[in-house]
DNA sequence: CTAATTTCGTGCATTTTATCTCGAATGACG
DNA sequence: CGTCATTCGAGATAAAATGCACGAAATTAG
């Protein structure tokens, strides 16, 4: 059997939870390749990962057979796995719209995390950093971002701008043929038709702190 | 009754679900009362956050009564009864360390996002950023961490810094008081024993998105 | 004042998710 | 070669979250 078949479960449809989770399986995979290791087991993974172990041999079986007995899953054997599952066998062009502090974190990060996404378009409205080389690409003007989407095939879009801009970059992205927005902004994207949104939401986390600091957090065991 | 009361609920415990909710519920009043809304109904608050309206009520209903028929919810009313369930009441000093460009972004981003939070603190390691000034702060070095944390009190940690160094951040936080952490790296922080761990895992939508684009993810509707 | 209508709050049914349990497979070891 | 210990896979069970449906409250209109 091949990593990408499925073993025969067609038709069961994957808990959205699970897929929440693989790509947290897969960088830890990869952190444990990088530290040579051919096997690891549900167990130790799972306390990597702060996850109960059978999680994890639950979610690994809704896509067929991965572990041996006595030994555990191959690490390499399950990366490609994974990465057939979340759909990495194809390339995914990548563009960053907004530059600033938070566009350039993102930028950088890009290139590290996975040589299936290529970031190729860096864009931003402020004219001191329109022509910069951030990431080792030319930042352009948003106002040729319709005509640049036009050249070239943009499959997710980046959105790192302020939040009042957000949902014209977000159509504008969307009329330029891009099917899926990844967005930082704090503004609430949803329902675009045909269109993947995800919300980063990055400044929820600190609430969810308070809340845990100033006391009754129902903790989970 | 005052917002902070819980209407006799006392002894329910709350859905975690419910929680994570929360942050997104009070962001959304905050844009209505800066467009001047006196009150929101469930439906309409659901449609801008892409829930269900009995979502909305439920969650609300947990911690007491709320609403009124016919005329909905108080904006200014539930921004403080959320506050109040948040913790907000007080306020939150906040350290960052590691002011990259992510560092940097989340600098900016705290000072407007809500005034409980109080940003004090900037630290990096790279000698050509100490000194500098960020947010109306200035940078200090990391070697100082443990001393600056002992003349202030921090009591949310953000960690942005590369991977190889977050445990060694968190664990000089941990020792210095700090009892809640945000954590912007890649690495897996779990299982401090008596301190909060939010993961903010940035990367990890840009795989979602890449699996809806390959095919098969299964749709909410 | 009464009827009509809107919108909440909540008990209950349904769906989704997590956990438990145990048989089966595998390799280690005597 | 047989026994033992380990670890998986998956059905059964438990827990959590969601969504429905309806009674009650409140406002408006006649």
């Known amino acids: 059997m091949t990593p990408t078949s499925n073993n025969g479960k067609t038709g069961i449809s994957i808990p959205a939870a699970t897929m929440e989770r693989l790509p947290r399986y897969l960088m830890q995979l990869f952190r444990l390749r990088r530290k040579n290791c051919d096997s690891v087991n549900s167990q130790s993974l799972g306390e990597a990962l702060g996850l109960k172990d059978t999680q994890i041999r639950k979610d690994l079986s809704y896509f067929g057979v991965f572990g041996k007995a006595r030994y555990g899953y191959n690490v390499e054997y399950l990366i490609k796995a994974i990465e057939s599952i979340l759909g990495l066998t194809s390339e995914y062009n990548l563009a960053i719209i907004g530059v600033g502090n938070l566009g350039k974190a993102l930028a950088n990060y890009a290139v590290q995390v996975n040589s299936n996404f290529v970031l190729k378009l860096l864009v931003d409205t402020n004219p001191e950093i329109i022509g910069t080389t951030v990431a080792d690409l030319p930042v352009r003007s948003m106002d040729d971002l319709p005509q640049l989407l ?72």
Chains 1, 2 share one sequence.
Do not use: C, M
Request: proline content about 3%; charged content about 20%; overall charge negative.
């Open 150 to 221: 036009s050249t070239q095939e943009i499959h997710i879009g980046i959105i790192a701008v302020p939040e009042k801009a957000a949902v014209d970059v977000a159509n504008i992205l969307v009329e330029g043929g891009v099917r899926a927005l990844y967005n930082f902004s704090q503004a609430e994207l949803h329902h675009i038709e045909g269109v993947f949104i995800e919300n980063a939401s990055i400044s929820y986390g600190v609430y969810k702190l308070a809340h845990h600091l100033s006391g009754s957090w129902p903790r989970k065991k």
